[in-house]
Each structure stands twice: as C-alpha cells, then as structure tokens.
C-alpha cells in the first residue's frame, strides 16, 4: 500500500482530475531522461531539502527506502545540503530523514 499525506488525498478528493493530470504529469517527468532510479530520488530529495518541504523530505526518504536507498545513501544526500542549503535547511532535513529511517526500521510504516 502506497503511504499518500491526507493533506495529498483530500486534495485529489477535492480536484479528481488536477490531481489525476499531476500524477500523470509527475510519471512522465520522472523516467523522462537518462537518470536512474537511485539518482532520480536523490535528486527530489535534494531539492525537497532546499525548498525546507518537510512534506517533501520525508516523501522521497520514504520511497527511497521502499526502492532500496540505504539509510547511510539517505544521510549522506541530507550532508550534502550542509553547503548549499545552509545548516538550517540541513540540520531540519536530518530530522525528518532520521525519523524516516526509524519508522521503516521498526516498520511502523507498513510500506509506502
């Protein structure tokens, strides 16, 4: 079962077709082009970490977990935010994927 925020469901519950063109949209934009899985994820998480989307950070550390991201993989893409980001952005970001990593390891998340 695919984890999807309730803020995320009530939205394509209120807009069926917005959100049903988004999801579509989002799929071809994601395997559009020569990045693989792994990069592509690393990726959305990078600019999820920039743009401080808490929602965001935790959505891709999430999925990458489901799509082999290890923990250390996961961090190390949070670090790297450090210089770029800033500490705030980083140390933020660090949390949630941290938090993350918790609940796949102890499988409070029951799949996403």
């Keep these: 079962m695919t984890y999807l925020p309730s803020i995320y469901k009530e939205f394509k519950k209120q ?40 929602g965001g950070v935790r959505s891709h550390a999430r999925r990458g977990l489901d799509e082999g991201l290890t923990a250390d993989e996961l961090r190390h893409a949070v670090l790297l935010a450090f210089t770029t980001a800033g500490f705030p952005s980083m140390i933020a970001a660090m949390k949630w994927v941290d938090e993350v990593i918790d609940k796949h390891t102890s499988g409070e998340l029951g799949g996403s």
């Design 15 to 54: 807009y069926p077709e917005i959100g049903a063109t988004y999801d579509e949209l989002a799929v071809k934009i994601h395997h559009r082009g020569p990045l693989d899985e792994k990069t592509r994820r690393l990726v959305k998480l990078g600019i999820a970490i920039g743009l401080s989307s808490e």
